[in-house]
């Protein structure tokens, strides 16, 4: 592993993690927004992850001419939970932002967040985690879907978890809605597999019970880019890779609280987002057509009531997890259907 940045004095306060394999194409456009408010606060930590393109050259790059504030590390492929490891490791923020070599930020609402970021770090109490909108920039598609949390959480105002309102059925915080404070990370000891796909889930998912207070900024920073070919979350390649669904939905479970041992509203909301992953699971396990995978599918299930029943109770009570779990074909079929109809709706894709 190589890394290259000059000494700075102070710490920043925001690290940009940017795992990177094979995205020379796309890291221009990441870069650009990221830096287009550069400031003595700001670091930006690129993993090239063992890319055969020239990821690296476009990093250094960068480097040259932001030199207090770019910084490449080189390692040998461990895939995107290996490479956001590397880059929770090494960063030196007071909170940390992972963001995907092929998605890019709104410069507008990183002046605003930054401010933010800049106002929490001199506090006594620093916010745990801060919330932001982000949006859907699938390509081919005019009308971008915004994805946001007002009806949830009041802008602007520091919160616990029982002072949220109630998530709508398929809202949830993944990863791009959120920046966490470092050092939450590092007590929850957060590590994501390495080689490993769907890992935002876990990243979104694993530390909240270390997370006591959060500050929802109304703003759309975050901008998905989907509807590239081969990207990771194509229906085709979801399909494809579904076992590592299923091995990202077991980590889920083992991290979730019993009842009773977090605050409520945590509670309620980690098991409205594990029932969530566990429904996407199961979709996918229907979508792929195996008999073999219906099979996966009620072990899914059973692997969850072993893990505790509690628990495993709550999340079949959910809707979405009541809708999924329609028997026989005439179920799999109203699933595939229900599918093709939101993804066209939604463009989430």
Not at 129 to 157: A, L
Not at 181 to 208: C, G, K, N, W
Request: hydrophobic share 35%; charged share 20%.
């Amino acid at each position: 592993m190589t890394a290259d940045r000059p000494a700075s004095t102070s710490p920043p306060v925001l690290t940009f993690i940017v795992p990177a394999y094979n995205m020379a194409q796309h890291l221009p456009t990441c870069l650009d927004s990221l830096l287009s408010r550069e400031r003595d606060d700001l670091e930006v930590i690129v993993i090239d992850d063992g890319s055969t393109d020239d990821t690296a050259k476009v990093v250094q790059s960068y480097q040259e001419r932001h030199p207090h504030t770019v910084r490449l590390i080189t390692q040998t492929n461990k895939g995107h939970g290996g490479a956001v490891n590397t880059g929770l490791a090494a960063a030196r923020g007071c909170y940390v932002k992972v963001v995907d070599a092929d998605d890019w930020v709104d410069p507008t609402s990183l002046s605003l967040v930054l401010d933010q970021l800049r106002d929490q770090s001199r506090c006594t109490n620093p916010v745990d985690m801060v919330v932001t909108n982000y949006v859907y920039e699938k390509e081919g598609r005019k009308h971008k879907r915004v994805i946001n949390f007002r009806s949830v959480m009041d802008p602007g105002r520091v919160l616990d978890w029982n002072h949220l309102g109630r998530f709508g059925l398929a809202q949830y915080m993944i990863m791009h809605a959120l920046i966490l404070r470092t050092e939450v990370l590092r007590q929850a000891h957060t590590r994501l597999p390495e080689h490993t796909y769907y890992v935002d889930f876990i990243y979104s998912y694993q530390p909240l019970p270390w997370v006591h207070t959060l500050l929802y900024l109304d703003t759309n920073f975050y901008r998905y880019h989907t509807g590239r070919k081969g990207q990771s979350v194509q229906t085709s390649i979801m399909i494809a890779r579904v076992s590592q669904l299923l091995l990202v939905n077991g980590l889920m479970a083992d991290s979730t609280p019993d009842p009773g041992t977090v605050p409520r509203g945590l509670y309620r909301y980690m098991i409205h987002y594990l029932s969530i992953n566990c429904v996407v699971t199961s979709v996918f396990l229907i979508l792929s057509r195996k008999p073999s995978n219906y099979r996966n599918k009620d072990m899914l299930w059973s692997r969850l009531e072993h893990r505790s029943p509690a628990i495993a109770s709550d999340v079949r009570s959910t809707l979405l997890c009541r809708m999924i779990n329609m028997p026989g074909r005439p179920g799999r079929l109203a699933i595939r259907l229900g599918y093709k109809a939101a993804e066209a709706a939604m463009g989430f894709n």
